[in-house]
């Protein structure tokens, strides 16, 4: 059963990992701005421009949107696609120092998505991000990580297929869908990240069990 799979996927990993607290932020626009420089780059390069970014005091969405391009284009020039990452950072800070990051963040779940997705450079796993870890509200973030631990194990599908798949058998919890996630990437970094195809335990323990696509 799939309910069963996604269940013992998630102990597994947490008893390997333990309970990791991600994502590290220290406000909610800190996270809406990591989800931004983590496309396409490493953790450490979005850790680094982060640092950047605080250190010009450009960390919040009023000064960040008051910030000339070309400079802000410099603290993330670490992070590649700097150009464009830049500017959707403006973008972005201009949109929440506008309508305001508490009422944006106040919006039921299913509407404050919708309007992450209207937002330039902002795709599924980009709105979801934001849904969850910044705005504390339950979507299950799928990325590439997942995608590919599924098909591993023998599961296949979309983007909004797979959500639904653990959204469907997993409480709607935040902190456990936080944690799941996390503890996704931290494995795919150790395994995936370094093709430890081999030694995968998920692969070994679940790829056989008996699964269907929802």
């Not at 996604?6 to 990993?13: M, P």
């Not at 309970?19 to 420089?37: K, N, Y």
């Not at 410099?74 to 990051?101: D, M, P, S, W």
């Not at 639904?164 to 503890?183: G, I, M, R, W």
Request: proline letters at 3%; hydrophobic letters at 40%.
């Amino acid at each position: 059963m799939q309910n069963e799979l996604v269940s013992d996927i998630y102990e597994t990993l947490l008893g390997m990992n333990g309970h990791l607290q991600w994502w590290p932020a220290d406000t909610p626009f800190e996270v809406v701005v990591g989800t931004i420089l983590t496309q396409q780059t490493k953790w450490t390069n979005v850790e680094k421009a982060i640092t950047a970014l605080k250190r010009s005091d450009l960390i919040e969405p009023e000064q960040l949107a008051n910030a000339d391009v070309e400079h802000i284009e410099e603290l993330v020039r670490c992070c590649g696609f700097y150009h464009q990452k830049a500017r959707r950072l403006k973008e972005i800070a201009q949109f929440f120092a506008t309508r305001g990051i508490d009422n944006i963040f106040q919006l039921p779940t299913d509407e404050l998505r919708e309007l992450m997705l209207s937002l330039n450079g902002v795709g599924n796993e980009t709105a979801d991000s934001i849904v969850l870890y910044a705005a504390d509200k339950p979507k299950f973030v799928i990325d590439a990580y997942t995608t590919r631990i599924m098909k591993c194990i023998g599961i296949e599908g979309s983007y909004m297929q797979l959500q639904k798949l653990f959204e469907t058998e997993l409480p709607s919890d935040v902190p456990l869908y936080k944690e799941y996630h996390a503890l996704i990437v931290e494995y795919a970094k150790n395994y995936c990240g370094k093709k430890q195809c081999d030694d995968c335990v998920l692969l070994h323990s679940f790829k056989d069990k008996e699964v269907k696509n929802g």
